[in-house]
């Protein structure tokens, strides 16, 4: 089901971590919530299989409220992150108590509690496993836009069913998404005029790139910031 590409440089996390708070129940979930509270428009990140106490996704956080938003990242995974170090629980043991089909309902009352907050337009954006959460929701129509980065288990037939605007961040080398699919998301969302869509492939990184690279890596760092403006970009132009 996953390789180690998709769990390759794990973070070392951090509770008290990023300029925002910790809410034990937003929407039913524990949040990092940070951004301004009068804001009508919401960004919901949605983290990959280590879950939202990673540093550098509370600082794509708080980075995005900068920009205006309202921004919850859902503990998702409920403080059971994946720990590839423990050979006795593997992948497919540890994503049968935290599978993209729970996160996707899990998220439905976040985003009732955004609204019954005054929010307006709300966008999601996930990495690796929230991809897939974040499809879900874009198919549902629970959203008013979406951003992929390097997502897992998406398949075409997801890209089909989307019914809000889509950005997709590839990575050039990804065994889950390679080039090859992340362009079949490409053709398809092309023949779908009723979407907007934006995708792009990353050159020299690998799958994971956008919130889990080395921060000693000046490269790394800079196709990081160019994801997260490329995230940005999508929600100034589909939820203001």
């Not at 499809?135 to 629970?142: C, R, V």
């Not at 398949?155 to 950005?167: F, H, L, M, T």
Request: proline share 5%.
């Amino acid at each position: 089901m996953a390789s180690s590409f998709c769990c390759a440089n794990p973070p070392s996390l951090n509770p008290t971590c990023g300029g925002g708070s910790v809410f034990d129940n937003f929407g039913g979930i524990k949040s990092y919530i940070v951004g301004s509270t009068g804001s009508k428009q919401a960004v919901i990140l949605i983290s990959d299989v280590y879950g939202f106490e990673a540093p550098l996704l509370r600082k794509i956080a708080d980075k995005v409220a900068e920009s205006g938003y309202f921004v919850v990242v859902p503990d998702f995974i409920h403080g059971d992150p994946f720990e590839a170090e423990v050979p006795s629980r593997s992948f497919q043991i540890w994503f049968q108590s935290h599978s993209t089909d729970k996160g996707f309902e899990e998220a439905k009352p976040v985003i009732a509690a955004l609204k019954e907050k005054g929010i307006n337009s709300v966008g999601a954006a996930g990495y690796c496993w929230g991809a897939k959460v974040a499809i879900e929701l874009a198919k549902a129509g629970e959203i008013q836009a979406a951003v992929l980065s390097h997502p897992s288990f998406v398949s075409v037939g997801d890209i089909r069913e989307v019914k809000c605007p889509i950005a997709i961040l590839g990575a050039e080398t990804d065994h889950l998404s390679p080039p090859e699919l992340v362009k079949q998301f490409e053709e398809t969302l092309a023949s779908k005029s009723d979407v907007e869509y934006f995708v792009k492939i990353f050159p020299g990184v690998a799958h994971g790139w956008a919130v889990r690279y080395k921060v000693d890596d000046e490269s790394a760092i800079k196709n990081a910031e160019e994801a997260r403006l490329d995230l940005v970009h999508w929600f100034t132009t589909h939820l203001n």
